[in-house]
């Protein structure tokens, strides 16, 4: 496996920053040269701002566009590899240093996941269903884990979500977080082993204050949109968690 870490050519810290911690996990790694959002000329064929407010509810985000182009970037380079999983990050993550084992075991389970959450800034409400060595697991999450700072999928996986992907209608956590949606299963570590907050660095990607709609343009069409998401995520996962639970059981057995 081998690791793409997506980190502007501007941001010399932050490359440093992650650098130097990923270099003790023993995953090889390469940088990718991210997408400058404001170098943009909008509007763009890759990017659907009229599904954009309709599904999301905010003004378009140049930085936002530019972290979804940069991701698409990495999964194209990824895919010219011949490696069997590639882990995409960001700049501002700190891995623990057994990472290795832990991703390497986890893959033991690849039939269990394509897409392998590793970071995320919110619970998820994770339900395990394999251990894994030193303290961690392999979890199913019935809600949304907020965050692309870092993940592990396969070949298969990389090649749908570049074809699913384009155009950009969301943002790319809220994207990668409707794995069903593509045919595709997704499982995390937990606890997760990469943190996305263990650093002072600013978001490159925060929202304006008067990014969000007004309430009246969501009501119709975000809301609905979204309840009928977690609708669909809870039993999409529920359906996943109970075959991964019921094919480790019969192995055990």
């Not at 378009?60 to 990050?89: R, W």
């Not at 384009?166 to 794995?179: C, F, K, N, Q, S």
């Not at 069903?180 to 490159?204: C, V």
Request: overall charge positive.
């Amino acid at each position: 496996m081998f690791a793409y870490i997506i980190n502007m050519d501007s941001a010399v810290e932050r490359w440093a920053h992650v650098e130097s911690s990923f270099a003790l996990t023993g995953v090889p790694f390469q940088r990718i040269s991210g997408v400058i959002g404001r170098a943009l000329q909008f509007p763009i064929p890759e990017f659907d701002e009229r599904l954009y407010r309709r599904r999301h509810g905010k003004l378009p985000n140049a930085g936002q566009v530019g972290c979804y182009m940069s991701h698409l970037l990495a999964l194209d380079t990824f895919l010219e590899s011949k490696q069997d999983f590639g882990i995409i990050c960001e700049e501002d993550i700190r891995p623990v240093r057994n990472l290795h084992r832990i991703v390497q075991e986890a893959t033991t389970y690849r039939d269990d996941w394509d897409i392998l959450r590793l970071s995320g800034f919110h619970n998820g409400h994770p339900r395990r269903f394999v251990q894994l060595s030193d303290g961690y697991s392999i979890a199913v999450n019935f809600t949304r884990l907020c965050g692309t700072g870092a993940y592990m999928l396969n070949r298969q996986a990389a090649q749908v979500l570049r074809n699913s992907l384009d155009p950009m209608w969301l943002p790319i956590d809220h994207a990668l977080d409707r794995e069903w949606a593509y045919g595709l299963n997704a499982a995390s570590i937990y606890p997760l082993p990469i943190s996305q907050e263990d650093h002072s660095f600013e978001s490159q990607t925060k929202p304006s204050k008067n990014e969000k709609l007004p309430i009246w343009q969501r009501y119709w069409t975000v809301f609905p949109y979204r309840a009928a998401n977690e609708i669909h995520r809870f039993l999409a996962r529920g359906r996943q968690l109970r075959r991964a639970r019921t094919n480790h059981t019969a192995i055990c057995a």
